[in-house]
């Protein structure tokens, strides 16, 4: 039985006890039986709050030891929470370090491309400027040796002119 419970059940003993002590005087024969029941409701009761008492304390034992669970619980969970602030703290400085390693190796990349169009462009000129020496050296070859073909020929041929026939 609750406290409140209990407080309503006291009002109505003290009501009854007010009751029977103006009634004493007309009801002398039926009050020592009323007071005996009066008497075992009260060590009932008496009992009851005994009881009462007891799951209370049980109850107190039991939120207690919850108490310190959660405590013991917040104390992890704050153990985890500066684990992971630490964990965030990493990734952010490891984002931030790949981040700087990206846009460097971007930087290289960059250049190297540049150096590779540079070298590229400077292949291609001296391949343009050999072709069109080639292409001298070979117009000039074909123009001597149109040249020495004619000598040759005439030559040849004067050889044919000044050569007795048989």
């Known amino acids: ?3 409140a419970e209990f407080i309503p059940l006291l009002a109505l003993v003290v009501t009854n006890l007010l009751a029977v002590a103006g009634i004493v005087y007309y ?3 039926t009050l ?10 009260i060590d009932g009761l008496d009992k009851r709050i005994d009881g009462l008492d ?7 034992k039991r939120i207690d030891a919850l108490d310190k669970r959660i405590d013991a619980l ?23 370090n790949i ?18 169009d540079d070298l590229s462009h400077q292949l291609d000129t001296r391949f343009n400027d050999m072709n069109i020496r080639i292409d001298d050296l070979r117009s000039q070859m074909n123009r001597e040796h149109d040249a020495l073909s004619q000598k040759v020929d005439a ?12």
Do not use: E, T, Y
């Open 54 to 60: 007891k799951r209370i304390d049980a109850l107190d």
């Open 27 to 29: 009801m002398a024969s």
């Open 74 to 96: 917040d104390k992890r969970i704050d153990a985890l929470d500066k684990r992971i602030d630490a964990l965030d703290r990493r990734m952010d400085d490891m984002n931030a």
């Open 32 to 41: 020592g039986k009323r007071i005996d029941g009066l008497d075992k409701r």
């Open 99 to 116: 981040n700087a390693r990206f846009n460097d190796m971007n930087g290289r990349f960059s250049d190297m491309n540049a150096r590779f």
């Open 155 to 166: 030559h040849i041929n004067d050889q044919q002119i000044h050569q007795p026939r048989v």
């Open 1 to 3: 039985m609750s406290l």
